[in-house]
């Protein structure tokens, strides 16, 4: 299959590439070069979610932070 570069630089994906490989509108890609080729791969979503786990400093345990978040629980009067 082959396509073509625009003025700007764009290139379409041909539809029966899209289809096979699962790329949608809106879908994140990544470019990388290899000697003599372009390499195209669908952004990792794990690996972003990877690069910041931890970076969030909570000052106790997720599970009071939770607590926190939701409130005290407050039940309904009995009938």
Do not use: C, H, W, Y
Not at 68 to 79: F, N, S
């Amino acid at each position: 299959m082959k396509a073509t570069v625009g003025e700007r630089g764009q290139v379409t994906i041909p539809k029966p590439l899209r289809d096979r490989l699962g790329i949608r509108p809106g879908e994140r890609l990544e470019f990388t070069e290899e000697p003599g080729r372009l390499v195209v791969r669908k952004a990792d979503i794990e690996a972003r979610m990877r690069s910041v786990f931890g970076t969030l400093k909570l000052p106790g345990t997720v599970d009071e932070a939770i607590e926190e978040m939701r409130g005290p629980v407050v039940l309904p009067p009995e009938p």
